[in-house]
């Protein structure tokens, strides 16, 4: 599975921003999705995740309230929309595929990782 994230760059707090990431396979719909983040200096972090068809979600708990994920299979796309966003949401965005049926929320549930996507968001 090849994995390409898109839509992240830079806004102020309080911004928001729609991070997508599209898959190469076909059978998408089988596969978890996931976005962990990594600011500088920092290991990379759970961010959250969706089952196979959108109907489980876990948030990691300083985004919760605040950042949505959400998939849409027929575009083999999942989606992570950011509001309210804070400085120290500033990282590097992954987005990440499992295959299986239930949410993962470690880096090493996840199989197939895409490049990572640059958000920045200023004072």
């Known amino acids: 599975v090849q994995l390409q994230a898109s839509g992240g760059g830079s806004v102020q707090a309080g911004g928001s921003l729609r991070l997508s990431c599209a898959a190469s396979?076909?059978?998408?719909?089988?596969?978890?999705m996931g976005w962990f983040r990594q600011a500088p200096g920092k290991e990379r972090e759970f961010v959250g995740g969706?089952?196979?068809?959108?109907?489980?979600?876990l948030y990691a708990d300083s985004v919760k309230g605040r950042f949505t994920i959400f998939r849409e299979n027929a575009e083999n796309t999942v989606y992570l929309q950011m509001n309210s966003l804070k400085p120290e949401d500033t990282a590097v965005y992954y987005c990440?595929?499992?295959?299986?049926?239930?949410?993962?929320?470690?880096?090493?549930?996840?199989?197939?990782w895409g490049q990572g996507t640059q958000v920045t968001v200023s004072s």
């Open positions: 969706i089952n196979w068809s959108g109907g489980s979600t």
């Open positions: 396979e076909r059978t998408f719909s089988s596969y978890g």
């Open positions: 990440a595929a499992r295959y299986g049926v239930r949410v993962g929320v470690k880096e090493d549930e996840y199989d197939y």
